[in-house]
């Protein structure tokens, strides 16, 4: 069964930075190298927003609001992808959820502080 788990949410202050970690289990290495990984996110009253985005080929793309200060990245390894997010600001907040292919996690919130 594939099951994909984020782990390091938590609060912090703005400017601070987190890293996320989402692993995957249950898939052999073809089927991670071969999907599409991804982060998004959804505040409360809100829709859920692409976050970033990594393709096959390994071309990487941004929301605008992030754009320059989260990095999203892989190890084939280990099953697991990153968001790397750095100077966080109040309106990162959200449940941050992350997803291979149509398989996504539960999501881990994220609080950033002013």
């Known amino acids: 069964q594939t099951r994909l788990m984020e782990t390091g949410g938590g609060t912090v202050q703005a400017g601070r930075s987190l890293r996320l970690s989402c692993v995957t289990s249950?898939?052999?290495?073809?089927?991670?190298?071969?999907?599409?990984l991804a982060w998004y996110r959804q505040s409360p009253g809100k829709q859920r927003e692409q976050v970033a985005t990594l393709s096959t080929s390994g071309a990487t793309d941004y929301a605008d609001s992030v754009k320059g200060r989260f990095t999203i990245s892989k190890d084939n390894r280990k099953r697991t992808h990153y968001l790397d997010m750095n100077n966080l600001e109040p309106e990162d907040t959200a449940v941050y959820y992350c997803s291979m292919g149509r398989y996504w996690g539960q999501g881990t919130q994220v609080t950033v502080s002013s």
């Open positions: 249950g898939v052999i290495l073809s089927t991670f190298t071969g999907s599409v």
